[in-house]
RNA sequence: GCCCCUGUAGCUCAGUGGAUAGAGCAUCGGUUUCCUAAACCGGAGGUCGUAAGUUCGAAUCUUACCAGGGGUACCA
């Protein structure tokens, strides 16, 4: 609907002035002001030098479309109201499986890295943010016409993982009944007595390597509790044994004009106008970014048309660096997305909890999920914006869980589903769209202008990767529905209208189930 | 010091260039012989942190300042 309205005005513009614009078309702030609205007189104003008033009414009188009933300017804006065939025949479209699904996407092929989490301990709600994140983003992406892989980059190489066999087979020691000194920065919590356990009753003798199998284990079960999935789980310390960060090096060093400066026995990287960062240290080896750089060189081998990372916040300052030495090898980095997920701040009640991983204290996604659920849980993480830090008040996500944002959305699909299904027993057909046009009442108008924004929502969602705009969009909808429902009865109303009425639950029934299953939440039929 | 995030109703947050700035919670009042009251309707509640600038138009963009949070390793 969006599309031929923008496309209508294009034209109007075009064979008026002469000139291509890109208007913006939204809709009005009032229901009598029209449907949708359009700038395109502002855009136009300076350029032809008329006041933006005349120029919406010359395109106001030239405008036309088969789904326009009237054009009128007002103000300086464009404003369109839809004829309500039009409205009936999308409606008509929303009870199909695939609404809202869009193809402007082209098989783009992206790939999204997320969660990637330190294998050194369980997952805890940060992660579970980022997880909720990216797993929904994905499923956005694709109900928009992207081909999707998510990847997982496991950070299996490197001081962390070594601290944490080390921390195991002090563990293991103390369990002997050694008496043991443990450096301050060791792991600590019930997972590492557990590990150490597990490794006496093994025979382990590598406990790197079996720390880190036992731990991307548990994290692997978390996530699968929390309904997400990987396609792929990239390995750091493959990819440096098959020399793919000693080639990042060699290849930098290669170039004319080499971005390395060796400085205190290390190898420092530099380039712009920020301070160096090493890359090789005095001990020879790799920091982080090293074979984080030859990890993005083999996503964009791979042949992906866009990367979207999903990093915390602590992450921001190796980006630069990333981008610059990409750059330098060649790589589109324009086609390299970087979004931040804000840090979660966990809280009960007033009180703060305070989490560290290496002193044990923390709270996992397991914990998380025997708390407050996985369908809550997501929803909440989601109807942030990814650059806003977030409190997570668990005693509030419990106790109000009847008021929560999640219920309210689920209940008007239990609500609906549980109409449809006594619909049925009294013999009346739910799917029918014949007579759709008997549908006069406002509330009636209000829901299927907005059941058309669902298009629109997810088209926005994708291009600013942001999910939380389809939770919102799901709660004004329900609500749009609950009003609805009250106020008009639907079984026992008027017998020539209970079909159309019918039909039109079911479309709403339908994006709602549709809206809850992009975000990753379950879709009950009784609550 | 430098970098990042944030500042919108009592609280938690939407709104990132358009018209009279919205929702939930809390609060006050009302709605159930009838398809799910986990619901609905109404009232009250705002110097959009401050100031300047850009613009036909700014909560939204720019700059400076103020306040809160986080980061600032040859950890990742």
Redesign the pocket.
């Known amino acids: 609907m969006r599309h031929k309205i923008d496309g209508f005005v294009k034209r109007t513009v075009k064979d008026l002035f002469g000139m291509e614009i890109s208007p913006?078309i939204?809709h009005?702030?009032?229901d009598d002001?029209g449907d949708y609205?359009s700038?395109a007189a502002?855009?136009l104003?300076?350029k032809i030098h008329k006041s933006?008033q005349d120029i919406a009414e010359m395109i106001a009188r030239k405008i036309e479309g088969d789904i326009i009933e009237w054009a009128k300017a007002?103000?300086?804006?464009l404003?369109i109201k839809i004829k309500k065939d039009a409205w009936l025949e999308e409606l008509k479209t929303a009870i199909y499986r695939d609404y809202g699904n869009a193809c402007w996407g082209n098989d783009m092929r992206v790939l999204i890295e997320f969660v990637s989490a330190?294998p050194t301990g369980p997952l805890h709600v940060a992660s579970a943010r980022a997880a909720s994140f990216g797993d929904s983003l994905s499923r956005i992406l694709q109900s928009q016409g992207f081909e999707v892989d998510r990847e997982y980059y496991i950070?299996d190489s490197?001081?962390?993982v070594e601290l944490l066999g080390k921390s195991i087979e002090l563990k293991i020691k103390e369990l002997k009944g050694e008496k043991v000194d443990f450096p301050p920065d060791a792991y600590k919590g019930d997972y590492i007595i557990k590990l150490a356990k597990k490794a006496i009753k093994e025979n382990i003798c590598d406990y790197t390597k079996f720390g880190v199998k036992e731990v991307l284990k548990m994290q692997k079960g978390a996530l699968d509790r929390f309904r997400i999935t990987f396609s792929e789980w990239i390995s750091e310390s493959e990819l440096k044994e098959k020399g793919e960060a000693d080639r990042v090096i060699e290849d930098l060093q290669e170039l004319k004009k080499s971005p390395f400066v060796k400085?205190?026995?290390?190898l420092w990287f530099i380039a712009g106008k920020r301070e160096g960062r090493?890359f090789i240290?005095?001990?020879g080896s790799y920091?982080?970014i090293v074979p984080d750089i030859a990890y993005h060189r083999y996503k964009f081998d791979r042949g992906y048309d866009v990367l979207i990372d999903l990093l915390g916040?602590?992450?921001?300052?190796?980006i630069p660096e990333l981008e610059k030495s990409l750059e330098l090898l060649g790589y589109p980095v324009e086609n390299l997305l970087v979004k931040?997920i804000?840090?979660v701040t966990l809280k009960r009640g007033e009180e703060k909890i305070k989490m560290s991983k290496r002193s044990g204290e923390f709270i996992t996604i397991d914990e998380l999920l025997d708390e407050v659920g996985v369908d809550a849980a997501r929803y909440l993480f989601l109807?942030?914006?990814s650059?806003?830090?977030?409190?997570f008040d668990l005693e509030l996500a419990k106790e109000q869980s009847?008021?929560n944002?999640v219920?309210?959305v689920q209940?008007g699909h239990?609500?609906i589903?549980?109409?449809l299904e006594?619909a049925r027993e009294k013999n009346y057909i739910t799917d029918s769209p014949e007579k759709l046009n008997l549908l006069r009442k406002d509330e009636e108008w209000k829901l299927m202008r907005k059941i058309t924004e669902f298009k629109e929502v997810l088209e926005d969602a994708a291009k600013m990767k942001?999910p939380?705009?389809l939770c919102?969009y799901l709660?004004d909808l329900s609500?749009f529905y609950?009003?609805f429902?009250?106020?008009?009865?639907?079984?026992?109303g008027k017998e020539e209208l209970i079909q159309p009425r019918l039909f039109l639950s079911n479309a709403i029934r339908n994006v709602l189930a549709m809206g809850l299953s992009l975000l990753g939440v379950s879709t009950p039929?009784?609550?």
């Open positions: 913006e939204t009005p702030p009032s002001l609205s700038n502002f855009l104003a300076k933006p007002i103000s300086g804006f404003n330190n950070d490197g001081k962390q400085k205190d026995g290390a090493v240290r005095s001990d920091t982080y916040p602590d992450h921001i300052d190796h931040i804000q840090w109807m942030r914006k650059s806003m830090p977030m409190d009847e008021r944002p219920y309210y209940y239990a609500r589903s549980s109409l006594f942001e939380h705009l919102y709660l609500k609950h009003n429902y009250q106020k008009v009865r639907i079984i026992g039929e009784r609550m």
